[in-house]
């Protein structure tokens, strides 16, 4: 696959998003031991720790994930990749992959439904989230147009998620 390549959602795995329970198969609190056995058995092919605390993140780029660890090896963040990973779904709603002021469009109209509760959230780059979801819709590049490519968060990595997974998980990449 060459690095533009978007993958068409029936070549990807389908999951589903159970917000802040699991993402497909993956639960959040699961060790990297679990993950690795609910992918397959498949390992990171690299992984980053924290020297102060042992949180880090792993990228599993042969099924298109980044998976974010807190200290003690429980998982708290899983990143999609726009190109490759998994297509995730909520009820009948692909987010993986997609154009880019659609779903923005959907998580606010989804919002206004959800109100009076605060709903949405903004990263520092603008990108929205969704506070019932614990989604961020970050942005990747596919040649010359950005895709979505959501960060799923478990619900201790909501507050101050942005600094709690650090500036790699939110960049475009």
Aim: net charge negative; hydrophobic share 40%.
């Amino acid at each position: 696959m060459n690095t533009w390549d978007v993958l068409p959602d029936n070549e990807r795995r389908q999951w589903v998003l159970d917000p802040f329970v699991s993402v497909g198969p993956l639960r959040f609190g699961m060790s990297r031991s679990e993950v690795s056995a609910e992918l397959g058995g498949i390992q990171a092919n690299w992984g980053i720790r924290s020297a102060h605390d042992g949180a880090g993140h792993d990228s599993y780029s042969e099924v298109g994930l980044t998976l974010h660890y807190a200290a003690g090896d429980q998982l708290r963040a899983v990143r999609v990749d726009a190109l490759g990973g998994p297509q995730v779904f909520v009820g009948d709603t692909a987010l993986v992959g997609r154009v880019p002021s659609e779903l923005e469009r959907w998580v606010e109209v989804r919002a206004e439904r959800r109100e009076p509760d605060p709903e949405l959230f903004y990263l520092p780059g603008g990108e929205i989230g969704s506070v019932s979801l614990g989604l961020a819709l970050c942005l990747q590049q596919a040649g010359d147009r950005l895709l979505t490519r959501p960060v799923f968060l478990s619900s201790d990595t909501m507050e101050d998620s942005h600094d709690k997974l650090g500036r790699d998980a939110w960049v475009i990449s």
